[in-house]
């Protein structure tokens, strides 16, 4: 689930963030169109008035000032769209001689236009904040000039732009709106489409992760008819192949150990009878003959029963007779009844003992002392040639350590990761199955401990088996 949320995540992050970007991009776009559309036709409208405006009013420029003043009162007084904007005649001195707005008449107007008007002599626009009150405004201002040429005033139309930027945010938010309409339509229906895919890609993740966990044969419902059920097949034709062909391995093994064991048994039986009757077979070389087959058979004995054990934990008939034992004793006698044995081949098994109280502990006595002949028959047959081996047990918290150390050339670093690997041999000349150490870490694990093979700093091999106390 947590990749399914990851997926989630990175969708999110990848195409929400595009269509949030575009939606702004949009939004943006679209509000400074629709604010520099109104803006221009506003702009358009005033200009056009005032041109018109100032033609109809030339012919009072010619008057005397009073004249004008009182043709400038009369043409505001009776301005007939006083409730859009506002009519403004301004002097040179950029006083206010007469209003729509009565009230304005001797005030004063600061704004660029009306000096632009006057020096350029055309028309000329602004649109801003009003220096006075802070509103908004668009005003647009066009020169009264005299006969001889002579600027004398300026003829200026003042409206507010606060119901056209009104209009202008309703419209920017009304796009907005749409905008994460549409963003949560993307949302609602990205979800539902990632959904149709994750929860099936999920369930097929938890179906492949059982198989990997030996869980072969199982099989994946398939619900749709798309690349994911084609998926589905693929992995439920693997399942299929992988469990006939464990099925085959397992019947394989079990049939030749069963063929095995058979010759072997008669093998050793005979072989020791033979050596048994001493007077009987007086030449040195038989004898060493016998010797010979009698180790050898004991070997393929042990291969066998790795193989057969091996079988049971496959077909799982592999089980434990868990009681309180005293696993001290145990590990002590197998030490002891296995160093005899390598004294022969020259190598020097020590017990290395200690005062730890180590209480018993709920375990397969049996199958433990297979883990330890086991571990010991591998330090001998790999690190031998370091002519000794140390064992100890020791109690470290909660759980009871064992080490086995052999002085041997160790294990090369690659190949420490897999050497619990079944079938697994390495680089070792060894004899072996290669199963040895998969059925004692089974065994291990099948008690909550674990089994760790490390090289020890000075050289050698170093088993470390833990158990828990309870």
């Known amino acids: 689930m947590k990749k399914n949320k990851g997926l989630q995540r990175r969708w999110l992050r990848n195409t929400l963030s595009i269509v949030l970007a575009l939606v702004l991009l949009c939004v943006t776009a679209l509000s400074v169109t629709v604010a520099a559309y109104y803006y221009s036709n506003m ?15 030339e012919t009072y420029v010619g008057q005397s000032y009073n ?6 009162a009369k043409f505001t007084k009776n301005f007939d769209a006083k409730d859009v904007m506002e009519l403004q005649f301004i002097d040179m001195n950029h006083r206010i001689v007469a209003s729509s707005y009565m009230n304005l008449a001797s005030a004063v107007a600061v704004t660029s236009d009306i000096s632009q008007a006057i020096e350029t002599k055309t028309i000329s626009t602004f649109t801003g904040e009003n220096p006075d009150t802070g509103e908004r405004i668009m005003a647009v201002s066009s020169p009264l000039i005299y006969s001889n040429g002579e600027v004398i005033g300026v003829l200026r139309y003042v409206t507010s732009l606060q119901k056209v930027d009104r209009q202008i945010v309703i419209f920017s938010l009304t796009v907005a709106f749409v905008g994460l309409l549409l963003l949560l339509i993307v949302y609602i229906s990205g979800r539902y489409y990632l959904k149709s895919i994750l929860v099936p890609v999920s369930e097929i993740t938890e179906t492949a992760k059982r198989i990997s966990a030996g869980g072969y ?13 084609e998926l589905a097949d693929t992995i439920n034709d693997m399942s299929n192949k992988i469990s006939q062909s464990e099925k085959m391995q397992s019947e394989f093994m079990s049939s030749v150990s069963h063929e095995l064991r058979t010759p072997l048994t008669a093998i050793s039986g005979w072989s020791e009878t033979l050596l048994s009757v001493g007077g009987s077979v007086d030449s040195a070389e038989a004898k060493r003959g016998l010797n010979i087959i009698v180790r050898e058979a004991r070997r393929l004995t042990g291969m066998v029963e790795e193989l057969l054990e091996f079988s049971r934990m496959q077909d799982g008939r592999f089980t434990l007779n868990v009681a309180l034992s005293d696993i001290r004793a145990e590990f002590e006698d197998t030490v002891f009844m296995y160093g005899s044995r390598l004294e022969q081949e020259n190598i020097s098994l020590q017990y290395l003992d200690n005062d730890d109280d180590i209480p018993e ?16 028959d591998n330090a001998a047959k790999h690190g031998g040639e370091g002519g000794k081996i140390t064992a100890e047990m020791c109690l470290e918290g909660d759980m009871v350590v064992v080490r086995i150390r052999d002085f041997g050339p160790g294990i090369p670093e690659e190949e420490l990761p897999l050497v619990k690997k079944r079938f697994y041999k390495g680089s070792s000349k060894a004899r072996g199955s290669g199963i040895g150490l998969a059925v004692c870490e089974e065994i291990v694990s099948m008690h909550n401990g674990s089994l760790e093979l490390t090289n020890a700093e000075d050289g050698g091999t170093l088993v470390t088996i833990c158990l828990p106390k309870g």
């Open 43 to 57: 702009k358009a409208g005033m200009v056009s008035k005032a041109r018109t405006s100032t033609k109809f009013f």
């Open 67 to 72: 004249e004008y003043f009182r043709s400038c």
């Open 217 to 229: 044969g199982v099989q994946i419902q398939r619900k749709f008819d798309d690349e994911i059920g």
């Open 361 to 376: 502990i709920p375990c397969d006595t049996a199958r433990m002392r297979q883990v330890f002949l086991n571990i010991l």
